[in-house]
């Protein structure tokens, strides 16, 4: 049974920088594509991030490209988000999971909450 722990939120001020963790369990997680969500109150939950299984391919949403890095470590079952120049419209919680079409829809973590205060 995959379980995906988010961590690493909280509150920051526009311009501000947090790193995000996802580990991952029950499942051979190095095998996988995975991807970093956020939804805010209100919105559907959107793609921020992805990255290939071995590390390589990151792909970013456009109103986060040059701003955020994600990565992963295999060897720990962790991915990572590194947010940087933070803005009020990041505020959201954030997700880890594989990216569609393959997203374990019964895995979904609590995630971990960004605010940024402007």
């Known amino acids: 049974q995959v379980q995906l722990v988010e961590s690493g939120g909280g509150l920051v001020q526009a311009g501000g920088s947090l790193r995000l963790s996802c580990i991952a369990s029950?499942?051979?997680?190095?095998?996988?594509?995975m991807g970093w969500f956020r939804q805010a109150p209100g919105k559907e939950r959107e793609v921020v991030a992805t990255?290939?299984?071995?590390?390589?391919?990151?792909n970013y949403a456009d109103s986060v490209k040059g701003r955020f890095t994600i990565s992963r470590d295999n060897a720990k079952n962790t991915l990572y988000l590194q947010m940087n120049s933070l803005k009020p419209e990041d505020t959201a919680n954030y997700y880890c999971?594989?990216?569609?079409?393959?997203?374990?829809?019964?895995?979904w973590g609590l995630g971990t909450q960004v605010t940024v205060s402007s």
């Open positions: 029950g499942v051979t997680f190095s095998s996988y594509a």
């Open positions: 990255i290939g299984w071995s590390g390589g391919n990151p």
């Open positions: 999971n594989r990216p569609p079409p393959g997203t374990w829809t019964r895995a």
